[in-house]
């Protein structure tokens, strides 16, 4: 007998605590006149520049409040779509991408920006190089770009030094590439360096053939373009000029870890990596130059991803959204990410220049970056289309397959516009 | 001469034993050490190859940085309720089912049980947004209370129990019966005291889920005071960088719990509790 | 009659309910889904069959996870089972610094899935794994690619969940043998039997309860496993690894098809309800001597 009324008591005790633990959660709009705008985002509490900003745009709009909702980088898309199917209340909506962004628009996740664009006199369009027009599905305007990373070579100057070979130039072609890699490749064992990195993701061969636009996902048929690259790639990792992809998925190894313990000489990789640089590298001097392409293609064009703003589409406070993206994607907000080596969505002379003073305050940084950031075009890396994060699958498995040699490239390539075709035919 | 011949084979496979015991020890003992060595170095030190075990210069300080950088200490006490709570909960309700199922006969038994176990096979991903519309339609989102719900009733705490029940000689039950000692005591009484390596390992399974578990809190709980400690884990990688050796430091601390709990419950994996009283 | 109903009802009431409202109503939910077409925003379509239809006419990868699913779970159940109950019975005589070993059988369990994973990953690296280092030591001139190989990507995730999972099905036994009484196993000794023989005619008839729990658990969590590729190979390469759990993730968050991700599952979940069945059955038959 004893042991049951323990046992219910428990029960109770228990219930009662849940509840209470449950009570007290409801929601306070409107806190003394106040607008509560819930901003749905990662890595909040880990990056200063976010607080910044947002406590700078406050301080111009004293009577919005801003509630952030932060998920973990890893899981936040999985997160954000959940929650939107329960139709949750997010007034600002940060996206990772164009997959991401392009898969809530189909869901009617978010709602579409053109009439703020049209009634808001202080916004341009045209200073976000052609970005805004590239954001749309079915001609409506969806996103505004926060930041954006277009992909470049870094290069480890001193590594180049030392061996007495000239800097890499714009304009190389994959041979060349293939070539001093091989010249820059050192050493055995745990003191090899290597000529060049790439890293596992599908993009870091495929975004090479998109800068000249010679690749589009969305069309099967310049997919056959992507051969050469993956020739010559396959090529390289044979000669131990880069590491090998199986090696690399198998060790977890980050690619940044490479280039700082300089076991790399060379690496191509997004702009945000600018920012890790500065934040990490101080024992040497490194520099950037474009991609190299058999196309011909100089540094004019950029090629890379975007993190779009939005609407959400239950949102309780749109308007006070919109006011919240056109500030820190305009020239404020710009500014204060520009100065961390953060590539934003917003171009202008200021923004170029603060990219040509760094060198003042990080040593190791290269002069005259802008010449790298204010392109004439930019390829936006993955172009928006509902079926896009399935074609990226695609891409990535057929990838994983010809790097690891399980399949030879012209197998691994019709296998991509096969299964892409059959997707897009459905 | 026989007995010298026995005790020498014996003492021979004895000694095997113990070796292969100590081989397999060391290499279950491996990922713990990794995740010790690993929390202990510069984040660009931790995947580097060949695999250092002692690390040359050990950061110490990734033990108190983590406390810092998230608020992990929150995380722990959210995971020690919720634990507690779905453990404590599960463990009365399903030993009160599972003894239903098991010994007692009732209309529907075995379809209703049949119901229990088959959705165990379904993968949580799939009822993942409707459960998540049901929940927000109750109000049940974000607070501690939601999760408890979900998760302290489980097919697989029913079936586990329900298993064990059946073990048990029906003899007891029908003594205890012309005694005049009612069901509930009967469960009460008899079925529980004899289940105790039963309910240890019902206790461990679900502490150690709930404590691991992340997918239920990561897409249920938005306010930053309710997180656990699995959802401060993944906070420390970022969209561009990685940082595993906070992430093993916080995970090594995590585990500490979970391992007491299975050291202060293995005595009760001792053997003779569930003979008294059957033979005789 | 009746009052032994209610009481029996009032065992499983609580259970039940919390049970019937936040698991089987989304279950049932689901179900119905999978006759749908959802996005998760957009209001839900009904398509009748069409999710199986394509599903067992137009999707390749369909049957390509369904084999993997099948080929890991045919390797990674009985191969745990088995060990899993050899440690137990190990682990219950009397050795010298039995809890020692028992806590430490048990640790890759409890530890994180990422450790777990990253240890590993790095013991088979291809390169310079000290499993293909000692491969080549031994003249093995081309030792397996392991995760980089589409041929043995899934024998090396099927040796970490077995790593990871046998100590929590040792506890299980575990358990279970405390229930055999020892005046069995000395009366069988007296007669005479072998170890062997008090195995076959001792302990496995006393464990079948717990024997027929964990197949039916290790088959349920072969069957959704979807974790452990996630972390290491995320189905790779190509598709070697795509089991159905990852396949029916894909459906629902790359792909953003709820509905047949739910038909996905409904598939899954038959044929683990005709295995369960079967052992149901089994079960029956084997236990009834209680």
């Not at chain 1, 009662?16 to 819930?38: F, Q, R, V, Y």
């Not at chain 1, 011909?296 to 589409?313: E, F, L, Q, R, Y």
């Not at chain 2, 634990?83 to 309700?93: D, F, H, K, S």
Request: charged fraction near 20%; aromatic fraction near 14%.
């Amino acid at each position: 007998m004893n042991k049951k009324r323990v046992g219910i008591a428990l029960f109770a005790g228990v219930l009662s605590i849940g509840m209470l633990s449950g009570c007290g959660d409801e929601k306070k709009d409107a806190k003394g006149g106040k607008t509560d705008l819930k901003v749905a985002i990662w890595d909040y509490s880990t990056t200063e520049y976010y607080k910044t900003m947002f406590d700078a745009f406050t301080k111009k709009n004293p009577d919005i409040n801003i509630e952030v909702v932060e998920f973990s980088a890893d899981e936040y898309d999985n997160t954000v779509t959940t929650q939107l199917g329960g139709k949750q209340d997010f007034d600002v909506v940060f996206t990772k991408g164009t997959p991401a962004l392009s898969g809530l628009i189909a869901q009617g996740h978010v709602i579409s920006l053109d009439d703020y664009i049209k009634n808001d006199s202080d916004f341009n369009k045209d200073n976000y190089l052609g970005l805004i027009d590239q954001l749309t599905m079915d001609d409506k305007v969806y996103g505004v770009p926060f930041r954006k990373d277009n992909n470049l070579l870094f290069y480890n100057k001193d590594l180049f030094d030392k061996a007495d070979v000239p800097y890499p130039e714009d304009g190389m072609n994959m041979k060349e590439y293939h070539e001093l890699a091989e010249k820059m490749t050192s050493g055995t064992g745990n003191d090899k360096v290597y000529g060049a990195h790439f890293h596992t993701w599908a993009s870091n061969v495929y975004d090479l053939a998109r800068r000249p636009e010679a690749f589009d996902q969305l069309d099967t048929d310049t997919y056959d373009n992507l051969k050469p690259y993956y020739d010559e790639v396959l090529a390289m990792q044979d000669e131990g000029a880069i590491q090998d992809y199986g090696a690399l998925k198998s060790s977890n190894i980050h690619y940044s870890g490479v280039f700082y313990n300089q076991q790399t000489s060379m690496i191509t990789i997004g702009t945000w990596f600018i920012n890790n640089l500065l934040e990490n590298v101080t024992d040497f001097n490194w520099g950037v130059c474009s991609t190299p392409n058999n196309e011909g293609m100089g540094k004019d064009n950029a090629v890379g991803g975007v993190t779009p703003v939005s609407i959400g589409a239950y949102a309780k406070h749109p308007d006070e959204a919109w006011k919240f993206i056109s500030y820190i994607c305009g020239e404020e907000g710009a500014e204060v990410i520009a100065k961390t080596g953060i590539l934003p969505g917003y171009n202008s002379d200021k923004i170029n220049q603060i990219f040509d003073d760094l060198p003042k305050t990080y040593e190791n940084a290269p002069e005259n970056l802008s010449n790298y950031i204010d392109v004439d075009k930019y390829v936006i890396e993955q172009r928006m289309d509902p079926k896009i994060k399935d074609i990226e699958n695609i891409l990535t498995e057929e990838h994983s397959e010809i790097m690891t040699k399980s399949i030879s490239v012209d197998e691994g390539v019709k296998k991509m516009k096969e299964r892409v075709s059959e997707l897009q035919q459905n | 001469m026989e007995n010298t011949k026995k005790t020498a084979g014996t003492r021979i496979k004895k000694a095997f034993i113990y070796l292969a015991l100590i081989v397999m020890a060391l290499i279950m003992l491996i990922p713990f050490a990794w995740m010790i060595s690993a929390s202990l170095k510069l984040e660009k030190d931790v995947f580097s190859f060949p695999i250092q075990w002692i690390p040359k210069d050990p950061q110490w300080s990734n033990y108190a940085i983590i406390w810092k950088k998230v608020p992990l200490l929150t995380g722990f006490l959210n995971t020690t309720k919720l634990t507690v709570c779905t453990t404590i909960l599960q463990l009365i309700t399903s030993s009160l089912a599972a003894y239903a199922f098991a010994k007692l006969e009732f209309k529907g038994r075995d379809t209703i049980f049949m119901m229990y176990v088959m959705t165990i096979a379904i993968p949580w991903q799939v009822y993942m947004v409707p459960q998540y519309k049901l929940m927000t339609w109750l109000s049940l989102t974000d607070s501690h209370l939601g999760i408890i719900l979900m998760h302290a009733f489980t097919a697989m705490g029913v079936f586990l129990m329900r298993q064990f029940f059946m073990g048990i000689p029906n003899e007891l039950l029908e003594a205890a019966r012309i005694d005049g000692l009612s069901e509930y005591g009967i469960w009460a009484r008899i079925m529980l005291p004899l289940s105790k390596p039963a309910i240890a390992t019902l206790c461990i399974t679900s502490f150690t889920f709930e404590w691991n578990d992340f997918m239920g809190p990561l897409i249920y709980l938005s306010t930053q005071s309710k997180k656990t400690i699995q959802l401060m884990l993944r906070m420390f990688n970022t969209q561009y960088s990685s940082n595993y050796a906070q992430i093993m430091a916080a995970a090594t601390v995590a585990l500490i719990p979970v391992l007491i709990i299975f050291v202060l419950l293995q005595r009760y994996f001792v053997e003779g509790v569930a003979t008294s009283g059957i033979k005789g | 009659m009746k009052k032994k109903n209610l009481v029996a009802y009032s065992f499983i009431l609580p259970n039940l309910l919390g049970f019937f409202v936040f698991t089987f109503i989304p279950i049932i939910f689901s179900l119905l889904l999978s006759f749908c077409e959802w996005d998760s925003g957009n209001p839900i379509k009904f398509v009748g069959l069409d999710n199986f239809v394509t599903m067992f006419t137009k999707d390749k990868s369909f049957w390509i996870s369904l084999k993997n699913t099948l080929y890991y779970t045919v390797v990674t159940v009985p191969v745990t089972l088995v060990l899993s109950l050899f440690l137990a019975i190990l682990m219950n005589k009397p050795i010298k610094g039995r809890n020692f070993f028992r806590s430490v059988l048990f640790f890759p369990y409890v530890a994180s899935l990422v450790a777990v994973a990253v240890v590993w990953m790095a013991l088979f690296n291809p390169d310079r794994g000290p499993i293909n280092g000692i491969l080549m030591a031994l003249g093995v001139n081309n030792p397996p690619r392991w995760a980089a190989s589409t041929t043995w990507a899934m024998p090396t995730i099927i040796g970490l969940t077995v790593w990871k999972g046998m100590g929590y099905y040792m506890i299980v036994y575990l358990a279970a043998l405390q229930g055999v009484p020892k005046e069995l196993y000395e009366a069988a000794a007296l007669d005479g039997a072998s170890g062997w023989q008090q195995f076959r005619n001792v302990t496995w008839p006393n464990v079948t309860p717990t024997t027929f729990f964990i197949l039916m658990m290790l088959l349920v969590s072969a069957f959704k496993s979807y974790d452990t590729m996630y972390i290491t190979t995320q189905g790779g390469p190509g598709e070697a690894t795509k089991v159905l759990a990852y396949h029916i993730y894909n459906s629902a968050f790359v792909s953003s098809k709820f509905g047949y991700a739910s038909a996905l599952s409904m598939v899954l979940f038959v044929i683990v309800m005709v295995v369960t069945l079967i052992q149901f059955k089994g079960e029956k038959r084997f236990t009834n001597y209680l």
